[in-house]
């Protein structure tokens, strides 16, 4: 909680007090006036707000409605209304305060993914610098382990690079002399010298800070509803009891009547102070930060009753692949040997073959092996960059890696869709195993929710090949998907999307890593994944699910459509009553108190439905 925050609940709770106390003393007039401490300590921003709104000719908002019905109560004497309903209206505003203040610190998180400096050759020698003090054309060292600073071109050198943070890509990039790389980059195996062919203010890392940045300034914010309403119900009320004060006398004046101007007044001020929309400032408020507690009980963190309400709209849903439907991790999904090869023999030599290395692939043929490598004799293991490995294994020569190493030794791999290793011995192609990023569980049951709850279309944007993502948008069922995107093109594409999705309807983006952190800021409701997720992703997303479980999003858009419509049902409730009780007052059918009784009963009935967004429903 916020300093501001604590202040507010101090003032509250020292507003709650005061006001105990008086009820229990009951003072009479002079000492009546002491319900002005209470009234002035829970309301005073209220009214300097209204004052400043005044005087900058734009006075019809929630401070001004506020100020003119609690005034108005004074006026006629009714401390208690008064002090009751500014401490009502500002324990909501701390509700919605306190839920929506930790929803935008992504940019600090995003600094993980800045170099802090960059190894310059120079004529005296390698020199450390800051990134944005090296000019494009430099040549920098990249040692295993370091980030790369800048884009550029490898001149020298071979190695593997962790692309995740930049494409969401699980499998690392090979490169060598003559390959591009991007600032972000880690370098996990080899020293590369590359020319800078960018300056760090246009590098990949400054393009995905600057995307951050500029998308949360983009995002479209729907008002809060009390503000909206504030505008013409304010107004109204204010000009109808100014009306009901001065017509009726003065039409009695003009028939030679007695104008019976107390009567009238009375009236009036009766009118402001029904008008208040007590009812309205405290369920709406209470009813999202119900729907939050409720979607946060289910492990689904929202940030903010605006969130909530643009997750009951999402008519389009746009998942990044790895990490989010799928489990970021290779998996050994399909054997093919040759004829005459026996698949068991076929994984063992390919397991051998990558035993000394830290590859994730690698880890992903011994794990899927099982064996124990120290039972056979693996020599002359040489890493053959972008190709693969070749070893002696047991006596015999095994070559594993992709087509390019088979086609190097002279053999004909075929095509194999996804990501493949290929196995030869002695000379001899013995077949390729087949490694794929599988589907989550509940992967498939997520998007058919989603269907359940109104989704039109479904789509995966991703930085892996279109090899790899094809198997899964067709094993989960979705619409479409993108593939071989960095971030600056996925954001491109949610920016297509949102154009084309259906009226009256939000964009949901579901995802992960840190490059998905400018796409969750530009979506009308971004998504992330709370427990393997990015600190980054998680800060500038709206909605957070904290077990990365896929199908807790169609719940989550389950609660926000129950808490959206207990909100609709609080305001039509709401408005009928105090319609009908505006009419009655200004007929003379109801005295002050039994309409102060029925604007408080109307208030109790709303936040008792309100109560209901605490319970999650069944999808």
Known sequence: MTKKQKRMLYRILGAAALFLALKLLDPVWPLSLLWLAPYLLAGYDI????????RSRDPFDENFLMAVATVGAVALGNFQEAVAVMVFYQTGELFQSYAVGKSRRSIAALM???????????????QAVPPDEVPPGSVILVRPGERVPLDGVVLEGASSLDTASLTGESLPR????????LSGCVNLTGLLRVRTTKPFGESTVSRILDLVENSAMKKSRSEAFITRFARVYTPAVCLAALALALVPPLGSLALGSAPRWGVWVYRALSFLVISCPCALVISIPLSFFGGIGGASAKGILVKGGTDLEALSKAGTVVFDKTGTLTRGVFQVSQIRPETGVQASRLLELAALAESYSNHPISRSLRESWGGDPAGHAVEEVREIPGRGVSAWVDGLS???????????????????????????????????????????????????????????????????????????????GLDGFFAGLLPQDKVERVEQLLE????????????????DAPVLSRADVGVAMGAMGSDAAIEAADVVLMDDDPRKLPLAMAIAKKTVSIVRQNIVFALAVKAACLVLTALGRTNMWWAIFADVGVMVLAVLNATRALRAPRV
């Open 112 to 126: 993980d993914i800045r170099p802090d400096s960059a190894t310059l050759e120079t004529p005296e020698g390698e």
């Open 47 to 54: 009214l300097l707000g209204a004052v400043h709104g005044i």
């Open 174 to 181: 090979e490169v060598g002399a003559g390959c591009e790389v």
């Open 398 to 476: 095994v070559s594993a890696g992709n087509g390019k190493l088979m086609a190097d030794l002279g053999l004909d791999a075929g095509a194999a869709e996804g990501t493949a290793v290929h196995v030869a011995a002695e000379g001899a192609y013995l077949g390729c195993i087949l490694l794929a990023d599988l589907p989550k569980d509940g992967a498939k049951e997520a998007l058919e929710g989603l269907k359940r709850q109104g989704v039109s279309r479904t789509v995966m944007l991703t930085g892996d090949s279109e090899q790899a993502a094809a198997p899964v948008a067709r094993a989960l």
């Open 500 to 515: 084309s999705k259906p009226g009256g309807t939000t964009l949901c983006f579901v995802g992960d890593g840190v490059n």
